[in-house]
């Protein structure tokens, strides 16, 4: 059997293939940040096309986190119920699920509905990448952001999620606070790679005050930000080797913040031939070698026999898949009948600019290929 195809374990919890589905944003919860049908659908068609581990969209843990209308919460127990849905149409179908837990930072500019500013570390006056206001968020606040993953940790965890991620990566919160473009602060939340990294260590320990040792937690880390200032793949690996170690149980690893100089470096187009590939594959690699815990890759990864030269030569434990699964649900159904099958998937992004406009996520270049 293909190793991609072999069960996998993540903790305590068996995988039964390699493939995950990495946190995909889908824009169809209600305005209150409740499940729809239309996610419980989408996440069934990803459980029966054969992914291994589906990680939901982003959810975010404290109204202050929301970067838009129609985004799903989990900072409310009146959220369990309908999460319920999501966990039992993964589970129906023999897939595990996660749960990506969210803060926005400076990103959540829907709070100026609320006629609240955005919260950041740090100010950034002659920042050319962000021109919106927000202001510095106070240690109380951080303090009440730190509770608030814990609590939506044990919601998850009630509402049956196999595991829970931080998202950690492409310049929200925790972006913003490990790059020292972005965090600039002269408190013990900054200066410092240690310092920086404390928003998250003290996330990681109030989620197991709330779950306990034996479930699994996980990050998307952004390790290098791309531009000048930012922050840089060496400290982003050193991250990774700190994050390990304080006890988070799997890294995915993707970029850090976006700018106007590499927009959508987590999101490359035109992968149209194997050298385009794969663009954080060293890095994953790299990590890999220096922590003891598994490593999620992901990045314009489509061919088999890279993927599985990744995990045969110990490079990464799992493969995320994002854009392949928006419009082919069934894919690695397909693959494990067909390996030599190629996804339809263009990589040209015109589902991401939907979103961006408001339209839910659906493929615009192909008609989705669904499961019967």
Known sequence: MNILFEPAQLKNVTLRNRFVRSATYDGMSDSTGQVTENQIN????????????????????????????????????????????????????????????????????????????????????????????????????????????????????EAGFDAVQIHGAHGYL?????????????????????????????????????????????????????????????????????????????????????GAKYEGMEYKTKINKPAREGYFRNWAKEIKQHVNVPVIAVGGLKSMAMMEEMIQNKEADFIALCRPLITEPALIREWKQGPQKKPHCVYCNKCLEALHKGIPLHCVAFAKKSPP
């Open 174 to 258: 925790f972006s913003q606070f490990l790059s020292p473009f972005t965090n600039r602060r002269k408190d013990s939340w900054g200066g410092s790679l240690e310092n920086r990294l404390r928003l998250h260590r003290e996330v990681y320990r109030s989620i197991r005050r709330q779950v306990g040792a034996d479930y699994p937690v996980m990050i998307k880390l952004g390790v290098e930000d791309g531009f000048t200032g930012g922050l840089k793949f060496a400290d982003g690996a050193k991250a990774a080797q700190i994050l390990a170690d304080t006890g988070y149980d799997a890294l995915e690893i993707s970029s850090g913040i976006r």
């Open 42 to 157: 989408l996440i069934s068609d990803l459980a029966a096309g054969g992914v291994g581990m589906i990680i939901t969209a982003i959810m975010y843990v404290h109204p202050s986190g929301q970067v838009s209308t129609f985004m799903n919460s989990i900072a409310r127990d009146e959220y369990i119920s309908g999460l319920k849905g999501l966990t039992g149409a993964a589970h129906d179908r023999d897939a595990k699920i996660t749960v990506q837990l969210y803060h926005g930072g400076r990103e959540a500019r829907f709070v100026k509905t609320k006629k609240q500013l955005p919260l950041g570390p740090s100010v950034i006056a002659d920042d050319p990448f962000y021109q919106w206001n927000y202001r510095e968020i106070t240690e109380d606040e951080i303090v009440e952001v730190i509770d608030a993953f814990g609590f939506a940790a044990r919601r998850a965890r």
